[in-house]
Nanobody, 120 residues
Framework: QVQLVESGGGLVQPGGSLRLSCAAS????????MGWYRQAPGKERELVAT???????QYADSVKGRFTISRDNVAKTVYLQMNSLKPEDTAVYYC??????????????WGQGTQVTVSS
């Protein structure tokens, strides 16, 4: 069974940093795009950053210059380094991956989410 497991969330003061990790496990043959989304209370889930298997990266305008996404294809893990955090970055952060498992078709998977709270 394919799973995405996030770690690294927590409470941080404004201006601080956090690093999120998401590891994919299970019978996986190919992972295309991996990424991070977030959902704040009362708001819709929004894209934070994505990275393709070839290294093409996309960021939301609100995080450009502060967040960095990277991935380790061998470890099937995607990371999100978050610097200069602001209170408005507070949200549940979800890992997302577009991958092929035993079904031999590409499907989209979500992690369970990890809470990031930026507050003094």
């Amino acid at each position: 069974q394919v799973q995405l497991v996030e770690s690294g969330g927590g409470l941080v003061q404004p201006g601080g940093s956090l690093r999120l990790s998401c590891a994919a496990s299970g019978p996986i043959f190919v992972i295309r795009t991996m990424g991070w989304y977030r959902q704040a209370p009362g708001k819709e889930r929004e894209l934070v950053a994505t990275i393709t298997s070839g290294g093409t990266i996309q960021y939301a305008d609100s995080v450009k210059g502060r967040f960095t996404i990277s991935r380790d294809n061998v470890a099937k893990t995607v990371y999100l380094q978050m610097n200069s955090l602001k209170p408005e970055d507070t949200a549940v952060y979800y890992c997302n991956a577009d991958l092929m498992g035993v079904s031999q078709t590409f499907r989209n998977y979500w992690g369970q989410g990890t809470q990031v709270t930026v507050s003094s």
